[in-house]
């Protein structure tokens, strides 16, 4: 269990979806990278129900689960809100 405790696995339960959100942003942004990464794939464009379907598998809050993600400029989403998508980077 100690070796858990630096990574995301720390705020998961033992079934893998989210238990707490962390409260400091440096720790919060890691998980919420964790999400994103693990619900959408780069090019990927998901209308808003897939989206929250995904994101049930986390959270049963997938309602504010989707705002951290689009607040932190994790996720994007097209101005109707009709798509959800990763952001380009120049990673």
Do not use: C
């Not at 990278?33 to 808003?48: I, N, P, Q, T």
């Amino acid at each position: 269990m100690a070796e858990e405790s630096s990574g995301v696995e720390r705020f998961l339960r033992k079934d893998g979806r989210i238990d707490r959100y962390p409260r400091k942003q440096d720790a919060r942004r890691l998980l919420l990278e964790w999400v994103a990464g693990k619900v959408l794939k780069h090019g990927e464009r998901l209308d808003e129900r897939s989206f929250n379907e995904r994101l049930s598998e986390y959270s049963d809050d997938y309602v504010m689960l989707r705002r951290y993600l689009v607040d932190a400029q994790l996720v994007e989403r097209t101005p109707d809100g009709s798509a959800y998508f990763l952001p380009r980077s120049g990673e």
